[in-house]
């Protein structure tokens, strides 16, 4: 009935998430509130471990990609169901340590990473660091030694695969940010120099080719590039390359007619190119890594408001206000992503009209959406959009000095805070 399996409508009407009243939520934390449930992460993280050890015999770790969603408690969760962990900043790394999360399991990834950053990813002994570019091999390998440290490190390569998503999120061609280029021979030539640090253990390869992806061919294609990456290494660097890292960006359901392939059959097909191009090319089999974020985070999320104004403009739109907006979720003006969005406190009516849900800050590009299918929306009324849980709490900001949502997850018929709504004290805290 609804993108996600966890939400449901009760006999009172109202939608429910993980059999939490939504209604009953917004009444009691407030609007707008982030609402995860926690048993809809947990059940993802096992899907995407199962299938790595059924598939795979188990030879590779799940990392989730905590820029998707990062806080404490989320940290925590991935920790419990044995998953590693992705991060991206200090700040992500930072998260994660205090929520005790172990040094051993965790990656560093970044295109401009600090020297800042590298030390404290070095000392505090991380499982890997993901070396983007070539000035940051080098520098790493100083500061490495500085620390007296040897750690792991993978590159990041661009394989020169086209994932068919939105151009702010594909990562996997020549012209990228991000990572090493196969083609120009650039990622042979830093390969070469990191097998000759001293101080640096160079373990294997990643590539990440973007993000929303639905169709499995783009993550294969890039599965058998790396793979004949691995084999010249060896071949001509009789260098035995024991990792792959195939990152992330497995797409999610947003709307009805999205239809993404099961993480399930993701596995299978890539264990098999792996295995079949590791046989062919007669590469020892390297342990596999991958990095979902999003597949993780969203489906388990959904976002509350409340509606203030409507504005029924004759024979142009109608528009219904919310509480929230860009700040909370920009990925429509980024992206002009898709959501479905229902009334919380009419849920088993029929969504009779196609409105626009706009924000609250001082811009006119601040849409939830447009053109959304919608109960008949009144001030008062309580409006879930659902898939939220990724690339929105953690892409929020403080526009127009609007302090950020709470985040509250839910688990078994209970809710908690997991992380409090800011005040006005907290949006002066910093300025003097
Ligand atoms: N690994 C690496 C190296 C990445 O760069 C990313 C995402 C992931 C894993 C996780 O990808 P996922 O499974 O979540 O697709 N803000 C955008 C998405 C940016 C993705 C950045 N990198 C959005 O809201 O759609």
Do not use: L, Y
């Given at each position: 009935m609804f993108v996600s399996d966890n939400l449901n409508v009760n006999d009172n009407g109202n939608l429910t998430i993980g059999g939490v009243d939504t209604t009953v939520l917004a009444e009691q934390y407030g609007t707008p509130l982030y609402v995860f449930d926690e048993n809809k992460i947990r059940e993802s993280c096992r899907r995407f471990k199962e299938s790595m050890d059924r598939c795979y015999g188990g030879n590779g770790i799940v990392c989730y990609a905590s820029k998707a969603f990062s806080c404490m408690e989320m940290c925590r969760v991935i920790k419990d169901e044995g998953l590693g962990l992705d991060v991206v900043s200090g700040g992500e790394l930072y998260t994660a340590l205090k929520a005790g999360f172990d040094p051993a399991k965790i990656g560093f990834h970044g295109n401009n990473k600090t020297d800042e950053e590298l030390k404290y990813a070095v000392s505090s002994d991380i499982g890997h660091i993901i070396v983007d570019n070539i000035s940051e091999l080098a520098r790493l390998e100083k500061i490495a030694g500085e620390f007296g440290k040897k750690p792991h490190i993978m590159f990041r390569i661009k394989?020169?695969?086209?994932?068919?998503?939105?151009d702010f999120v594909k990562?996997?061609?020549?012209?990228?940010?991000f990572g090493f280029a196969l083609e120009t021979g650039e990622a042979f030539e830093a390969v070469k120099e990191a097998l000759s640090c001293e101080n640096l253990d160079f373990m294997g390869v990643h590539c990440h080719i973007g993000?929303?992806?639905?169709?499995i061919a783009p993550f294969e294609e890039a599965a058998r590039v790396m793979v004949e990456f691995i084999a010249k290494i060896k071949n001509e660097l009789n260098h035995e390359v024991r990792e792959l890292n195939l990152g992330g960006g497995f797409g999610i359901k947003y709307l009805n007619e999205h239809d993404p392939a099961p993480y399930e059959t993701y596995m299978e097909r890539i264990s098999k190119v792996v295995r079949s191009a590791c046989e062919e090319l007669s590469v020892n089999q390297p342990a596999i890594l991958i990095e979902p974020g999003r597949s993780i985070a969203a489906p388990a999320g959904i976002t509350l408001y409340t509606v203030g104004a409507r504005k029924e403009i004759p024979g142009i739109r109608t528009y219904v206000s919310v509480d929230g907006g860009m700040c909370d979720n920009p990925r429509y003006i980024l992206y002009q992503s898709e959501y479905e969005a229902v009334v919380a406190n009419k849920?088993?009516?029929?969504?009779d009209e196609n409105v626009t849900i706009a924000g609250k800050c001082c811009e006119s590009g601040d849409l939830i959406g447009e053109n959304m299918p919608l109960q008949h929306a009144e001030s008062g009324d309580i409006i879930a959009v659902l898939a939220t849980g990724a690339y929105n709490y953690s892409m929020s900001s403080n526009y127009n000095r609007i302090p950020k949502p709470a985040v509250v997850f839910v688990k078994d018929g209970e809710s908690r805070i997991v992380v409090k709504r800011e005040t006005f004290e907290d949006i002066i805290r910093n300025d003097v």
């Open positions: 394989p020169g695969i086209d994932a068919h998503t939105h990562t996997g061609q020549i012209d990228s940010k993000s929303q992806i639905f169709d849920a088993s009516q029929e969504r």
